[in-house]
């Protein structure tokens, strides 16, 4: 089971449209695939079609992860009642706030990695969407993964956030979870034609070289009404749609390539 952390310093920047994103590439390759909605706004769980409120969530198994727990937090995701596949959610809830505390025992920072234990040979991908912040509910995320990919918008603040990132994941890979590595930058919201954007890229490329990950995802109407309907991405009409689906299946591949896994050859494209 892969496990990617999706991350990002501030809000705003479309940590969890590529979160989503991300779940729409795998669910159509035929990836079981398993998000974590770990940011208390909790849209990860929304955009998945799924009702918050009805079920256990994240703060219930922060506080107690005992397996059978785990099972009754995670919810098929509305997606798979329409289209074949298997893509689910461990729910998010405000109520997780109560755990993102900027110190963590070691106890608490292995809690998500606890939690997945229980479903490992459940998932091929895990998708940990985490809040816009570098507190207790983030490094608990981290600890759980072996990716985690930096979400940022071409801006003034991209660089200084960023590098604060990496030095936040390589702190806690030498101190806590070795296996840790950051897959790179995505960055979201680009508007080609902007010389500002480009100007932002090209200032992440100099200072991240091949960290700043291909390709940039342009800023498109057709991803916000995808999500906007709780629909997946690859499913969704027209030509832009495509485009963006074509985006995030060669992030997906990223990711398996740099973790050095196979996807699974039962993996069947979802219908």
């Not at 991350?7 to 729409?24: D, N």
């Not at 079609?49 to 107690?64: E, M, Q, Y």
């Not at 106890?107 to 940990?128: C, F, G, H, S």
């Not at 074509?246 to 196979?262: A, D, G, K, P």
Request: with cysteine; net charge neutral.
């Amino acid at each position: 089971m892969l496990v990617t952390s999706l991350s990002s310093l501030k809000g705003g920047v479309g940590k969890t449209t590529v979160t989503l994103g991300l779940a729409s590439a795998a669910f159509a390759q035929g990836l079981r695939t398993l998000v974590v909605d770990m940011d208390p706004q909790s849209d990860a769980s929304t955009g998945m079609d799924v009702t918050i409120g009805r079920h256990l969530n994240i703060s219930h198994l922060l506080a107690n992860p005992r397996a059978s727990q785990v099972r009754n937090a995670i919810v098929p995701s509305g997606w798979s009642r329409t289209y074949k596949g298997k893509v689910d959610v461990l729910l998010g809830s405000p109520a997780a706030m109560a755990f993102d505390e900027p110190t963590l025992t070691k106890k608490q920072i292995w809690r998500v990695e606890e939690i997945l234990a229980a479903v490992e040979n459940d998932y091929d991908i895990v998708l940990i969407d985490c809040p816009p912040s570098l507190n207790g509910l983030t490094r608990m995320a981290w600890t759980a993964s072996d990716r985690v990919a930096i979400v940022t918008e071409p801006s003034l603040f991209s660089v200084a956030a960023t590098q604060r990132a990496f030095r936040a994941i390589d702190e806690l890979r030498r101190g806590v979870s070795p296996r840790l590595r950051p897959l790179g930058v995505v960055v979201n919201r680009v508007r080609p034609q902007s010389i500002e954007h480009q100007y932002r890229i090209d200032e992440l490329k100099q200072m991240f070289g091949p960290l700043v990950m291909e390709p940039e995802l342009p800023e498109r109407v057709a991803l916000q009404q995808a999500q906007g309907a709780a629909s997946p991405l690859h499913v969704w009409p027209g030509e832009s749609a495509e485009e963006m689906a074509l985006n995030f299946n060669m992030i997906l591949e990223r990711i398996f390539l740099t973790v050095q896994v196979s996807k699974p050859e039962s993996a069947q494209p979802a219908r």
